[in-house]
């Protein structure tokens, strides 16, 4: 399989606790995207890397929030002491170093539920 | 204002049915457009790219009028299988924004 992979792809947890998710692009794609999309909204860009590089990261990314790509190929996306308000489908993509002009290709994305 | 509005819908439209979504956008730079498809609990994937000239994938359509910063998408012949939400989307320093997405239903 070549596309983007996310795992887990469910993930329900208690309020308060961690949790992390991961995600392999295709991997000659350079770029990667976190979003985030909850019911009825389009998704929100959270953070996106070039190769290691974390380049720009929303403000809807709190100071909970962490993701990491450490060698340029997977990433993950970790976030702490999780709040019933984190439950949402995070989703993420990955494109070529000139992937804007030519769209992304999303993994099937991690669907949270913090109870 | 958001970024990137769109009407959330429902279409409701019979099968045979021509319909088109609209989309508008904010940021006067943004060079690049698209329309996303994303079925009920699936990922977002690609449906096409958006040009100021237009462009025709089979029953679908897309245009692009930059003085406007407005986007459409026209769908022929309406399938059951189109049911879906339709994204419009664009760039912002190099990085896509989605609008909410316009939910469409085709029915027999």
């Known amino acids: 399989d070549t596309g983007v992979s996310q795992d887990p792809r469910h993930k329900i947890t208690k309020r308060g606790q961690n949790v992390t998710f991961r995600c392999d692009p295709i991997s000659e794609h350079n770029r990667l995207y976190w979003y985030r999309q909850t019911l009825g909204q389009g998704p929100e860009f959270l953070t996106y890397?070039?190769?290691?590089?974390?380049?720009?990261k929303s403000r809807l990314l709190s100071d909970r929030f962490s993701a990491e790509r450490p060698k340029g190929s997977f990433s993950t996306l970790e976030i702490q002491r999780t709040e019933q308000g984190d439950s949402a489908m995070y989703l993420c993509?990955?494109?070529?170093?000139?992937?804007?002009?030519?769209?992304?290709?999303f993994g099937s994305g991690t669907r949270l539920t913090v109870v | 204002r958001k970024e990137v509005e769109q009407d959330p819908g429902p279409f409701n439209v019979p099968e045979g049915a021509t319909v088109a979504f609209n989309c508008t956008y904010s940021?006067?730079?943004?060079?690049?457009f698209f329309w996303y498809r994303q079925d009920c609990r699936k990922e977002p994937k690609l449906l096409m790219s958006?040009?100021?000239s237009g462009n025709e994938d089979g029953r679908f359509t897309a245009q692009l009028n930059r003085a406007s910063q407005y986007i459409s998408l026209l769908i022929r012949d309406s399938k059951l299988s189109d049911s879906a939400t339709y994204l419009c989307v664009v760039n912002k320093a190099d990085k896509l924004i989605f609008g909410t997405g316009t939910r469409l239903q085709v029915f027999p």
């Open positions: 940021n006067s730079a943004s060079q690049s």
């Open positions: 958006v040009y100021s």
């Open positions: 993509a990955s494109s070529p170093r000139t992937g804007v002009n030519y769209g992304y290709t």
């Open positions: 890397f070039q190769n290691e590089a974390q380049l720009e």
